[in-house]
């Protein structure tokens, strides 16, 4: 049997135009997808905005911009093969060393002839009668297809920061998220950097130092960690090669999407004497990673008290990071528990503020009120300025769904849907929105862990999905009304159980204007959410109507 026949195809008449699957994003998801999906002998069609595949990879091409997941786990463990044969540089993979790695693995394993470049979807609209999807894009062209898979990435769509007078501003403007891909030469210039999160942490020291005078506005101070980044030794990089598989199997079975020791000390922060606390802490300080520190005691996360000691230990080495007393201060977290927001890995971002021509400006003391033409105003000061550089984040998770006009039975818009915060079941579905999945959506871990664990898993059981109502001949497969509202209430307590909302966060939509507040990421860890996706598949998929 050819591979043309292995999948039944129910939905819309097959023609020009039509496929078993459309996938939306040509980043880390939507290049595996498009893998397996070819695996079931499925005609797939991948569409893509950009010029180029690679996704988050491919816009952010800011000054520093690298993974925050250390590059040997933060890869496909589909292929060992590709395994073996990429040879990553560094601990943490800059941007650039992570595209070429996508675009090797678009010509590796021949994807790109089923992917449309520059190709911007505006609509999915599902067809009851022909019980499949018709995808409009920018140009008018539309097409249909049985299954539409939603791989647009959880923090892809840029956040505008609003500011009286931007387009009247006179000298260059930049987005962290949409850099130039020719790079952006500071020299000489003054430039201000509005903005103080992950990408601005990664940006600051690098266009420190070029530029003549750096002033950053911060409203809000973030906790951030050494990254400790350094050239991968290859006699290290052997040793992670053939331990691989067992190191796969810890990651997919940890909290986080990363190995982990089994027997990695846990317990109370509060149990512990101050010096086995300080000690603990130093060593995770030391280690450079994001997660090992969340990981150092089990109730960081549940237990004010025992989160204090965490961000006690951490806002000490900030001050003493930084020569200026008032700076330091203004640099030092109090606003949010220590994790409650994502936590950032920094080369150098706290001794960027002893260089001399280097400002802070606290906007929470003295907010922004406009641009100008040549300078930035506060409340208490006007700052010339040459160039703008807007690290004011995203409209993270739902913002690039609702961007387009999605609609399921009835004519109802995903907008609707999720008026009061996004519902989903196991974050890959929506109730109303038959074959309709969402890769990483919310209501998964997504955010909280290592992302490309969390994308394969989500894409195979997809796959496996697929495969399953081929066999069957099934025409519709849609989350029934009460398995997600189950799913999201458990979401729900999961979050409430922990000090994670207590952030005004973007994991919570508090940065976007209007965006109802809800804790959208699934944080009760990788392994368990992995386990009760295996479980809902093992028992016929569960939740889910089949027609």
């Given at each position: 049997?050819?591979?043309?026949?292995?999948l039944n195809r129910?939905g819309?008449?097959r023609?020009?135009?039509?496929?078993d699957?459309?996938?939306?994003g040509?980043g880390?998801?939507?290049?595996?997808a498009?893998h397996?999906?070819?695996?079931l002998?499925?005609r797939?069609?991948?569409?893509?905005?950009?010029?180029?595949?690679?996704?988050t990879?491919?816009?952010?091409?800011?000054?520093?911009?690298?993974?925050?997941?250390?590059s040997?786990?933060?890869?496909?463990?589909?292929?060992?093969e590709l395994e073996?044969?990429w040879?990553?540089?560094?601990?943490y993979?800059?941007?650039?060393?992570i595209l070429r790695?996508l675009e090797?693995?678009?010509?590796?394993?021949?994807?790109?002839?089923?992917?449309?470049?520059?190709?911007r979807v505006?609509a999915a609209?599902y067809?009851?009668?022909?019980?499949g999807?018709?995808?409009r894009?920018?140009?008018g062209?539309?097409?249909t297809?049985?299954?539409c898979?939603?791989?647009?990435?959880?923090?892809?769509?840029?956040?505008?920061?609003?500011l009286?007078?931007?387009?009247d501003f006179?000298?260059?403007?930049?987005?962290?998220?949409?850099?130039?891909?020719?790079?952006?030469?500071f020299?000489?210039?003054?430039v201000?950097?509005?903005?103080?999160?992950?990408s601005?942490?990664?940006a600051?020291p690098?266009?420190a130092?070029?530029?003549?005078?750096?002033?950053?506005?911060?409203r809000?101070?973030?906790?951030?960690?050494?990254?400790?980044?350094?050239?991968?030794?290859?006699?290290e990089l052997?040793?992670?090669k053939?331990?691989?598989?067992?190191?796969?199997?810890?990651?997919?079975?940890?909290?986080?999407g990363v190995?982990?020791?089994?027997?990695?000390p846990?317990?109370?922060?509060?149990?512990?004497?101050p010096?086995?606390?300080?000690?603990?802490?130093r060593a995770?300080?030391e280690?450079?990673?994001?997660?090992g520190?969340?990981?150092?005691?089990?109730?960081l996360?549940t237990?004010?008290s025992?989160?204090?000691t965490?961000?006690?230990?951490?806002?000490a080495?900030?001050?003493?990071?930084?020569?200026d007393p008032?700076?330091?201060d203004?640099?030092?977290p109090?606003?949010?528990p220590?994790?409650?927001k994502?936590l950032?890995l920094d080369?150098g971002?706290?001794?960027?503020?002893?260089r001399s021509?280097?400002?802070?400006v606290?906007?929470?003391s003295s907010?922004?009120?406009r641009?100008t033409?040549?300078?930035i105003v506060?409340?208490a000061?006007?700052?010339?300025v040459?160039?703008?550089?807007?690290?004011t984040?995203?409209?993270a998770?739902t913002?690039?769904l609702?961007?387009?006009?999605?609609r399921?039975?009835?004519?109802?818009?995903?907008r609707?849907?999720w008026?009061?915060?996004?519902r989903?079941?196991?974050?890959?579905a929506v109730a109303g929105?038959?074959n309709?999945?969402?890769?990483?959506?919310p209501?998964?871990p997504?955010v909280?862990?290592?992302?490309?664990?969390s994308?394969?898993?989500?894409?195979?059981?997809?796959?496996?999905?697929i495969?399953?109502l081929?066999?069957r001949?099934?025409v519709?497969f849609?989350a029934a009304?009460?398995?997600?509202?189950?799913?999201?209430?458990?979401?729900?307590?999961?979050?409430?159980a922990?000090?994670?909302?207590?952030?005004?966060s973007?994991?919570?939509?508090a940065?976007?204007?209007g965006?109802?507040?809800?804790?959208?990421p699934?944080p009760?860890?990788?392994?368990s959410?992995?386990?009760?996706?295996?479980?809902v598949a093992?028992?016929?998929?569960?939740?889910f109507i089949?027609?």
């Amino acid at each position: 049997m050819s591979g043309e026949d292995r999948l039944n195809r129910p939905g819309p008449a097959r023609g020009a135009g039509a496929y078993d699957v459309i996938v939306v994003g040509a980043g880390l998801a939507g290049l595996y997808a498009l893998h397996r999906l070819r695996g079931l002998g499925a005609r797939a069609l991948v569409l893509e905005a950009a010029d180029g595949v690679g996704g988050t990879w491919y816009w952010n091409r800011y000054p520093g911009a690298r993974c925050d997941v250390e590059s040997v786990f933060y890869s496909y463990s589909f292929s060992p093969e590709l395994e073996q044969e990429w040879q990553w540089t560094e601990r943490y993979a800059g941007q650039p060393e992570i595209l070429r790695y996508l675009e090797h693995v678009a010509d590796r394993f021949d994807l790109r002839r089923d992917i449309r470049l520059n190709t911007r979807v505006t609509a999915a609209h599902y067809d009851e009668a022909a019980g499949g999807w018709r995808i409009r894009t920018h140009d008018g062209t539309t097409l249909t297809a049985s299954y539409c898979v939603m791989a647009t990435g959880c923090l892809s769509r840029s956040q505008s920061p609003g500011l009286e007078g931007l387009d009247d501003f006179g000298g260059s403007v930049h987005r962290t998220a949409r850099w130039p891909h020719e790079g952006v030469d500071f020299s000489g210039r003054r430039v201000a950097v509005i903005g103080t999160g992950s990408s601005a942490i990664q940006a600051i020291p690098l266009i420190a130092d070029q530029a003549a005078r750096l002033t950053v506005f911060q409203r809000t101070p973030n906790f951030s960690l050494p990254a400790r980044n350094r050239p991968l030794d290859p006699t290290e990089l052997t040793r992670v090669k053939k331990r691989y598989p067992h190191l796969r199997e810890l990651a997919r079975n940890s909290a986080f999407g990363v190995p982990q020791v089994p027997d990695t000390p846990s317990g109370s922060a509060l149990a512990a004497s101050p010096e086995e606390r300080a000690a603990r802490y130093r060593a995770a300080w030391e280690a450079g990673s994001l997660f090992g520190f969340s990981d150092t005691y089990s109730d960081l996360i549940t237990d004010e008290s025992a989160n204090e000691t965490a961000g006690d230990y951490v806002r000490a080495r900030i001050r003493e990071a930084i020569h200026d007393p008032a700076t330091a201060d203004r640099l030092t977290p109090r606003h949010h528990p220590f994790g409650t927001k994502r936590l950032c890995l920094d080369s150098g971002y706290y001794d960027t503020f002893n260089r001399s021509h280097v400002a802070l400006v606290d906007l929470r003391s003295s907010p922004l009120v406009r641009v100008t033409r040549n300078s930035i105003v506060t409340t208490a000061d006007e700052h010339p300025v040459d160039s703008i550089v807007l690290a004011t984040g995203f409209d993270a998770m739902t913002g690039a769904l609702l961007a387009l006009d999605i609609r399921g039975r009835a004519g109802r818009t995903l907008r609707a849907a999720w008026a009061n915060g996004p519902r989903t079941y196991l974050g890959l579905a929506v109730a109303g929105f038959p074959n309709l999945f969402l890769i990483t959506g919310p209501g998964s871990p997504s955010v909280l862990s290592n992302m490309i664990v969390s994308i394969e898993q989500h894409v195979d059981w997809i796959a496996d999905a697929i495969q399953w109502l081929s066999r069957r001949a099934a025409v519709s497969f849609e989350a029934a009304d009460e398995a997600e509202t189950a799913w999201t209430a458990h979401v729900d307590a999961l979050s409430a159980a922990t000090l994670l909302p207590r952030a005004a966060s973007w994991w919570t939509g508090a940065n976007v204007a209007g965006k109802p507040r809800v804790f959208m990421p699934y944080p009760g860890g990788v392994k368990s959410y992995r386990d009760t996706c295996d479980a809902v598949a093992d028992d016929g998929y569960r939740g889910f109507i089949v027609t």
